[in-house]
């Protein structure tokens, strides 16, 4: 028993290693690495990828094809077909796990990349044009209640709505040249996918001027105490 599991960990570390050697996945990281680049694993036009059980991302059959290659060394000779489909089972639930968690952080920081490089070209725009910070915030309540009104959901949680609304908004950037609804855009990116209003300050009347402060006596220190 002790030596069957054994080997069903040895076989399994084994898969793994080829696995990290394979040139398509080998690849695939490499490509991940730029934040730009397409995240799926590139593979042969014969070697369509397997949407069972989950692991999508690996190509179809790698972690059989190596199972059944080390099936036939010593080292794992007389093994049975039972510990050979768990150690691929092993094998493919690791790999699962740790792509998906791969394509989760990239995802999240080409989502930044994104938002970074929208918002910094608000400078660009706000210096080519003259529209007040009441126009861009006008339009935002307008962008904002143009996409409630195309886009209605029902059911659908806070983080589920935020999501979304930050996806259209890029959408609609990116094919928007309309500068004042650019702007608006990047106004409700920068503040949550929410019109956040500036304070205004009062208008003071005609021939009103503010009292300059004078400072208090000793005395009227005392009596204010």
Same mark, same amino acid.
């Given at each position: 028993?002790?030596?069957? #599991?054994?080997?069903?960990?040895?076989?399994?570390?084994?898969?793994?290693?080829?696995?990290?050697?394979?040139?398509?996945?080998?690849? !695939?990281?490499?490509?991940?690495?730029?934040?730009?680049?397409?995240?799926?694993?590139?593979? &042969?036009?014969?070697? &369509?990828? &397997?949407?069972?059980?989950?692991?999508? !991302?690996?190509?179809?059959?790698?972690?059989?094809?190596?199972? &059944?290659?080390?099936?036939?060394?010593?080292?794992?000779?007389?093994?049975?077909?039972?510990?050979?489909?768990?150690?691929?089972?092993? =094998?493919?639930?690791?790999?699962?796990? !740790?792509? #998906?968690?791969?394509?989760?952080?990239i995802s999240?920081?080409?989502?930044?990349?994104?938002?970074?490089s929208v918002?910094?070209?608000? #400078?660009?725009? *706000?210096?080519?044009?003259?529209?007040?910070?009441?126009? =861009?915030?006008?339009?935002?309540?307008?962008?904002?209640?143009?996409?409630?009104?195309?886009?209605?959901?029902?059911?659908?949680?806070?983080? *589920?709505?935020?999501?979304?609304?930050?996806?259209?908004?890029?959408?609609?950037?990116?094919?928007?040249?309309? =500068?004042?609804?650019?702007? #608006?855009?990047?106004?409700?990116?920068k503040n949550?996918?929410?019109?956040?209003?500036?304070?205004?300050?009062?208008?003071?009347?005609?021939?009103?001027?503010?009292?300059?402060?004078?400072?208090?006596?000793?005395?009227?220190?005392?009596?204010?105490?």
């Open positions: 028993m002790c030596e069957r #599991a054994y080997q069903h960990t040895i076989l399994v570390d084994q898969i793994s290693e080829q696995i990290k050697q394979n040139p398509d996945v080998i690849n !695939w990281i490499r490509t991940t690495q730029d934040v730009k680049a397409p995240t799926s694993i590139t593979t &042969d036009t014969n070697q &369509d990828t &397997d949407t069972k059980q989950g692991h999508s !991302w690996l190509p179809k059959g790698l972690v059989q094809k190596l199972c &059944d290659h080390l099936k036939e060394t010593p080292q794992f000779e007389g093994m049975s077909g039972r510990s050979c489909t768990s150690a691929t089972e092993r =094998v493919e639930e690791m790999y699962e796990s !740790w792509i #998906a968690t791969h394509q989760k952080l999240q920081i080409r989502g930044k990349e994104r938002w970074l918002v910094k070209s608000d #400078a660009e725009l *706000a210096e080519n044009s003259n529209f007040s910070q009441l126009e =861009v915030e006008s339009r935002a309540e307008q962008v904002l209640s143009e996409i409630e009104a195309e886009n209605e959901s029902e059911d659908e949680s806070v983080d *589920a709505y935020n999501r979304r609304v930050f996806n259209i908004l890029f959408d609609k950037f990116d094919t928007t040249e309309d =500068v004042l609804s650019r702007r #608006a855009m990047i106004h409700l990116l949550g996918g929410k019109v956040r209003l500036e304070p205004r300050k009062p208008r003071k009347r005609k021939g009103v001027q503010d009292k300059p402060s004078q400072a208090m006596t000793l005395e009227e220190r005392l009596a204010a105490n």
